[in-house]
């Protein structure tokens, strides 16, 4: 199967972030976003563990209480149910892969399942 970006249905998942959903199969999913400059993902955790790439762009990252500065060419690891935070530094674009598969997230579920 193959995905083409630029074909993909866009979800403003909050101020300044879209995201794109990319795919999943039984073990992952993976989302492509993109994010205005400043724009946040406020702490949260979910059951899933989470690994992340950064195009371009950077991400001021707050993972279970230790901050970083991450750049394009970046990449980081959050553990399941651990609090995690995101606020873009320039206009950023990054992928994420989730594993389990999420299906607790609109536009999540019952999407591009491979």
Request: charged share 25%; hydrophobic share 40%; proline share 5%.
């Amino acid at each position: 199967m193959f995905c083409y970006l630029d074909k993909l249905e866009e979800h403003k998942v909050g101020p300044g972030v879209i995201g794109k959903y990319l795919g999943s199969g039984e073990a992952m999913n993976v989302m492509h976003w993109n994010f205005d400059d400043k724009a946040a993902l406020p702490s949260h955790h979910h059951a899933a563990v989470q690994f992340g790439y950064i195009i371009k762009g950077a991400f001021q990252i707050d993972i279970g209480g230790e901050k970083s500065l991450l750049k394009a060419g970046d990449s980081y690891f959050v553990p399941a149910n651990v609090e995690h935070a995101f606020v873009a530094v320039g206009e950023t674009e990054a992928i994420d892969v989730f594993s389990p598969a999420r299906d607790d997230v609109p536009p999540w579920k019952n999407k591009n399942k491979y």
